[in-house]
């Protein structure tokens, strides 16, 4: 069978040599680009919505539209795959994409481009999944490592460089080359994929369409991407809209559940589930990827609206974490035949622990090399997270049943990534109301505000200039403390989750058949 790990004489031999290599290159471009478009379009929203005339809050549909279509196109990945195989489902995917991209270049107003987003998000469901399953299919059995420590690369830089390069092309280029970039790396890729894997197909099989599961499924994970990415806005369920949001995806959740368990052919094959590894395994990559997420966002959040940083240096911020990653994880890759994966993901907990407590450290006056030695220290750990958890969670799943696997370990991901999003920002602007209070009433009209009155006065401000700085000053220290907290709420939450990964049983090595029963 010329599944992800084919046992010996049972499917086409591994690739070698330059044809492995161009490969494997443009698997990870696939996976690249997938990822990367998930984030890019965050700084460019403010660019964005003036170049297209319209607010803000109506620009962050253009985020919304692709998180609440890729949310219901990865989890269709192994159904997909078991029909039309893996090479052709993959190659379509990447090749349609490439055409969305463009579409969303030429987008002529907002309306327009949240249509081209939302088919841009539905048609990639399969490329991040695809691209990992087949990395691991073209690598021999002692070499599988290199697969997913290559795999693991491109899913940790592609956040990182989404924001620099969508904060460069804003600052320097028209909005539309944050998409556009994207056509001659997908039409090169598809094309490469397909010559080099065609005579590779797997098998395939006429499976019934489970249109019920295929209903819940757009309904519940609609719902809930609507509510998280709407939720902060509307002041969360304060909105009717929200209440109905969060009501139809946990009753949509819950009747999908029982669906998909009962029914004979589910559209998602929740009986993964059933392995303790894969279990555990999601549980653990989904937490640790939730508050590395949230770090993402919160840094250069905190960076672009208190420090003074433009969009293309708060991301230039977090490169070092991906260049440190890229030289750090071959040799972890190679490493990872001889060490237990649950060492490896402790190795990922410890050092996110420590880079988030470092942050907690900063103040305000932080230099550039201060705000980058934490992000340095995450690199370690991105260098071991994912190819540790993949390891743990892929261990004992039976070659056919891998692409149904890491299509649902990529669609939890995601939803923890959402979940992440939401909540950081919320609890970042709840936690500085809650510091601006505490710091007014320090303040007061008593001493401390008399010394600060009196110390401007004589550089020359009058007594309302003066309230306007000092409120200005109380603002930005009551954004540093609610950062802080935060920072420090993430160090011991990677410290919590430490244990969770010695419930799984000991992995099988990624030099062995990963996906071996």
Not at 53 to 58: H, I, R
Not at 208 to 234: A, E, R, T
Not at 391 to 405: G, K, V
Request: glycine letters at 8%; aromatic letters at 10%; proline letters at 5%.
């Amino acid at each position: 069978m010329a599944g992800p790990a084919p046992a010996a004489g049972e499917g086409p031999p591994p690739l070698a040599g330059g044809k492995l290599a161009v490969i494997a290159i443009a698997l990870a471009v696939g996976t690249f680009m997938q990822v990367l478009d998930s984030t890019i379009a965050n700084v460019s929203l403010p660019t964005l919505a003036g170049n297209l005339g319209v607010s803000s809050d109506n620009s962050t549909w253009v985020i919304t539209a692709f998180a609440v279509a890729n949310g219901i196109g990865v989890p269709l990945t192994g159904f997909l795959m078991g029909r039309f195989g893996v090479v052709r489902t993959f190659c379509l995917s990447v090749l349609l994409f490439t055409i969305a991209s463009f579409l969303c270049g030429i987008a002529w107003n907002l309306s327009s481009l949240i249509f081209f987003r939302v088919l841009q998000g539905a048609v990639s469901g399969p490329m991040m999944p695809g691209s990992q399953a087949l990395l691991i299919s073209i690598f021999a059995a002692d070499r599988r490592s290199t697969a997913l420590g290559i795999w693991s690369m491109t899913t940790l830089v592609a956040p990182i460089m989404g924001p620099i390069l969508g904060g460069y092309i804003s600052d320097n280029y028209h909005w539309s080359w944050i998409f556009l970039i994207n056509v001659p790396f997908g039409l090169i890729c598809a094309s490469l994929c397909w010559r080099g894997l065609k005579d590779r197909e797997t098998p395939t099989r006429k499976l019934p369409i489970d249109k019920v599961g295929l209903f819940l499924l757009v309904l519940w994970v609609g719902s809930l991407q609507c509510m998280l990415d709407l939720g902060k806005n509307d002041d969360w369920f304060q909105s009717p809209r929200i209440v109905v949001f969060g009501a139809v995806a946990v009753v949509g959740a819950i009747a999908w559940i029982i669906w998909e368990m009962t029914d004979a052919n589910p559209i998602v094959d929740l009986s993964l589930f059933k392995s303790r590894n894969f279990t555990i395994g999601a549980v653990a990559f989904c937490l640790g990827y939730a508050v590395f997420f949230a770090n993402t966002l919160l840094l250069p959040l905190w960076l672009q609206t208190q420090i003074g940083y433009t969009a293309t240096w708060a991301g230039l911020v977090a490169a070092p974490s991906g260049v440190v990653a890229v030289l750090l994880t071959p040799f972890v890759a190679r490493m990872s035949g001889k060490i237990d994966a649950r060492w490896l993901a402790t190795v990922a907990f410890v050092s996110f622990a420590a880079s988030y407590w470092m942050r907690s450290l900063l103040t305000a006056n932080a230099s550039f090399g201060q705000i980058m030695l934490p992000v340095l220290v995450q690199g370690v750990a991105m260098s071991t997270f994912f190819l540790a958890m993949l390891t743990i969670s892929l261990d004992r799943i039976p070659a056919q049943r891998l692409p149904s696997a890491t299509g649902l370990s990529n669609f939890t991901r995601i939803v923890a990534g959402s979940f992440a999003a939401s909540i950081i920002t919320t609890a970042w602007d709840r936690r500085e109301a809650l510091h601006q209070s505490r710091l007014s009433e320090a303040i007061g009209q008593g001493v401390p505000w008399q010394m600060a009155r009196d110390g401007l006065a004589r550089l020359g401000l009058n007594e309302t200039r003066a309230a306007a700085a000092v409120t200005r000053q109380m603002v930005g220290q009551a954004y540093l403390l609610a950062s802080t907290d935060l920072f420090r709420l993430s160090a011991w939450l990677c410290a919590v989750m430490i244990p969770i990964v010695w419930f799984t049983r000991r992995p099988n090595a990624p030099s062995g058949p990963i996906a071996a029963d």
